[in-house]
T-cell receptor
Framework: DADVTQTPRNRITKTGKRIMLECSQTKGHDRMYWYRQDPGLGLRLIYYSFDVKDINKGEISDGYSVSRQAQAKFSLSLESAIPNQTALYFC??????????????FGSGTQLSVL | GQSLEQPSEVTAVEGAIVQINCTYQ??????LSWYQQHDGGAPTFLSY????GLEETGRFSSFLSRSDSYGYLLLQELQMKDSASYFC???????????????FGAGTQVVVTP
């Protein structure tokens, strides 16, 4: 079984709909992240959480919200989806040892298409 | 702020050596990480350089020069399975708040041909 699981793997939705992407992990890591990947732009950080009570915005948080329901679960919501949110979304975890060189473990991604 | 620049694509034949360069401009810097991604799958960690010099892990090596704000990933004895995208990343900003918040380059697509 995957250590970092994202659901759904693929989603097609319409403009204006509310969408939730879910992420769960069995690695026991405190730190969880949501990244977005667009062709030619690499991975960009949307939100991150260093523990259950900690939520922080990344570089592109507008139009998104998150919820850290438990150490193992971190969900990303698009309140009102728009076409330029069409992208590949990755959840990631790290062990948060409090040093530089955080090694990230990624889920398999969710391909979201907003029509 | 920071940015990382790397070439968009590199093509090489099986058995060859490929070097993927990454230059960074960051107000603070801890070290450079490299990740591999196959066909839109999950990125996976390859290596990390905190200090200047070469780190070797099997066929892959990574190098860092802080004075030149430059690093590279070296792929030796290329195999078809090495066809993938490779991303450099750093934590930048020079504060402990940036630990764990990796920022990535746009990626280099490596195409290995027979």
């Amino acid at each position: 079984d995957a250590d970092v699981t994202q659901t759904p793997r693929n989603r097609i939705t319409k403009t204006g709909k509310r969408i939730m992407l879910e992420c769960s992990q069995t690695k026991g890591h405190d730190r969880m992240y949501w990244y977005r990947q667009d062709p030619g732009l690499g991975l960009r950080l949307i939100y991150y959480s260093f523990d259950v009570k900690d939520i922080n915005k990344g570089e592109i948080s507008d139009g998104y919200s998150v919820s850290r329901q438990a150490q193992a679960k971190f969900s990303l919501s698009l309140e009102s989806a728009i076409p330029n949110q069409t992208a590949l979304y990755f959840c990631a975890t790290s062990d948060g040892l409090g040093t530089a060189n955080e090694k990230l473990f990624f889920g398999s991604g969710t391909q979201l298409s907003v029509l | 702020g920071q940015s990382l620049e790397q070439p968009s694509e590199v093509t090489a034949v099986e058995g060859a050596i490929v070097q993927i360069n990454c230059t960074y401009q960051t107000s603070g810097f801890y070290g450079l990480s490299w990740y591999q991604q196959h066909d839109g799958g999950a990125p996976t960690f390859l290596s990390y350089n905190a200090l200047d010099g070469l780190e070797e892990t099997g066929r892959f090596s990574s190098f860092l020069s802080r004075s030149d704000s430059y690093g590279y990933l070296l792929l030796q004895e290329l195999q078809m399975k090495d066809s993938a995208s490779y991303f450099c990343a750093d934590e930048g900003e020079g504060t402990t708040d940036s630990w764990g918040k990796l920022q990535f380059g746009a990626g280099t697509q490596v195409v290995v041909t027979p």
